[in-house]
């Protein structure tokens, strides 16, 4: 089990940035992939973005693509996600989660994901 907490979440103007980060406890980190979800008020959980375990593959939901950016440090055990030209529906609750393997399964979709942090609110103002 990875224990995991987000944080760097925020109010922002529309077209601004945040760097969502994720802090991992426990030996499986740098052997999983590591995704972020998010959750808006009456809205089920979605995909945002993903990472294979040694950082050479990344996946992106595609209205994020081209604006945020998912990293990850190994060393350091903590994941990463950059998000810039924030838009008023980027709005959410932003988890991290931990893969149950080493690369991201999209036809699992979150069942692939074993361990979850508590979540960090993102704000976007119009």
């Known amino acids: 089990q990875v224990q995991l907490v987000e944080s760097g979440g925020g109010l922002v103007q529309t077209g601004g940035s945040l760097r969502l980060s994720c802090a991992a406890s426990?030996?499986?980190?740098?052997?999983?992939?590591m995704g972020w979800f998010r959750q808006a008020p009456g809205k089920e959980r979605e995909f945002v973005a993903a990472?294979?375990?040694?950082?050479?593959?990344?996946y992106y939901k595609d209205s994020v693509k081209g604006r945020f950016t998912i990293s990850r440090d190994n060393v350091k055990n903590t994941l990463y996600l950059q998000m810039n030209s924030l838009k008023p529906e980027d709005t959410a609750v932003y988890y991290c989660?931990?893969?149950?393997?080493?690369?991201?399964?999209?036809?699992?979709?979150?069942?692939?994901?074993?361990?979850w942090g508590q979540g960090t609110q993102v704000t976007v103002s119009s």
């Open positions: 426990g030996r499986t980190f740098g052997s999983s992939a």
């Open positions: 989660a931990a893969g149950s393997g080493p690369y991201y399964r999209a036809r699992e979709g979150p069942r692939d994901f074993g361990s």
């Open positions: 990472i294979s375990w040694s950082g050479g593959n990344t």
